[in-house]
């Protein structure tokens, strides 16, 4: 068996991160107060357990308003940074395994691809304990707890889901707008006309945020009142590592705007901890290009 294929660089996500990160030269330490924010990756344990302990799970209970707390935002922004530089330090000697493996496949024989066997499993197994546990002992080094953390991530993807539907909120006007358009028109109906303004009605009460949300929306802005919808779209999207999962082509060293993809959402999480904008990401008016 011979592990030289496109797909196997592409399903461990090792080419690009090794290629594309490691010469930004970014050394992270605990500085709460720093520029930075986040710990060296050398000092997460990777030894530790991937997953949410019983002893913390007991340790946090989670509000019943499902609230966030301008405090609980700055951890998991922190807890993210960690997590991506993890990632990053790890990548180069998954990367090396990987292209070994690619060298003996290409030479042949069974040996070979035994071994070869066994290195995949054992490779694709670090990668998802990488990207799966590298979020909660990133929250153990920073002295956070991860099951807190791990409640914040998933009211972030809450927020991020609800801001990129943002623009369909304006569909409700529009078809008010029409259904006035269309009063007195030859061949339409009160029915119809009323059909829609029904439709409107529904498209704006599916819109509006439920009131936990529009609160932890809220916390965003008493937070970090300089980052954007824009900016908190993306890092709901890319919390906890998913960004990076969801790049089919993090393993194909070619691939070079998966690799700038990559550095922008480091750049946007540290942008985010020192509240300010990110170039690119600024709110616009409706309407605006």
């Known amino acids: 068996m011979q592990f030289n294929s496109p797909r196997l660089r592409r399903s461990l996500g090792l080419g690009l991160i090794a290629l594309g990160i490691s010469a930004c030269g970014f050394k992270d330490k605990i500085a709460h107060g720093g520029t930075d924010g986040g710990a060296a990756p050398e000092d997460v344990d990777q030894k530790s357990e991937a997953t949410v302990t019983e002893a ?6 989670a509000p019943a308003d499902s609230s966030l707390t301008p405090e609980q935002i700055d951890h998991y922004l922190r807890t993210s940074l960690t997590q991506f530089d993890v990632i990053r330090a ?33 490779a694709m197994a670090h990668w998802g304990d990488l990207i799966g546990g ?5 929250a153990r080094t920073l002295h956070y707890n991860p ?7 998933e009211r972030m993807v809450a927020i991020s889901g609800h801001l990129m539907m943002k623009p369909a909120q304006s569909m409700g006007a529009s078809f008010r707008q029409q259904a006035e358009a269309m009063k007195g028109q030859p061949g339409v109906t009160q029915q119809q006309i009323d059909e829609m303004l029904k439709q409107a009605d529904e498209m704006d009460a599916n819109m ?26 993306q890092i709901g999207f890319a919390t906890g590592g998913m960004g990076l999962v969801a790049l089919s082509n993090l393993g194909d060293p070619a691939d070079t705007a998966s690799t700038r993809k990559l550095n922008e959402f480091r750049t946007l999480y540290t942008d985010a901890l020192n509240n300010r904008v990110s170039r690119g990401l600024e709110d616009k008016p409706a309407g605006s290009n």
């Open 147 to 153: 099951a807190e953390m791990e409640y914040v991530r």
């Open 208 to 233: 509006k945020p439920s009131p936990a949300l529009q609160q932890n929306l809220n916390a965003l802005k008493q937070a970090r009142p300089n980052v954007t919808d824009a900016m908190w779209t």
């Open 90 to 122: 790890e990548a180069p000697r998954l990367h090396q395994q990987v292209a070994d493996m690619e060298k003996r496949g290409k030479d042949g024989g069974v040996l070979s691809g035994l071994r070869n066997v066994a290195e995949g499993m054992g």
């Open 134 to 138: 590298s979020y909660v002992r990133s």
């Open 56 to 61: 913390e799970l007991a340790a946090f209970k």
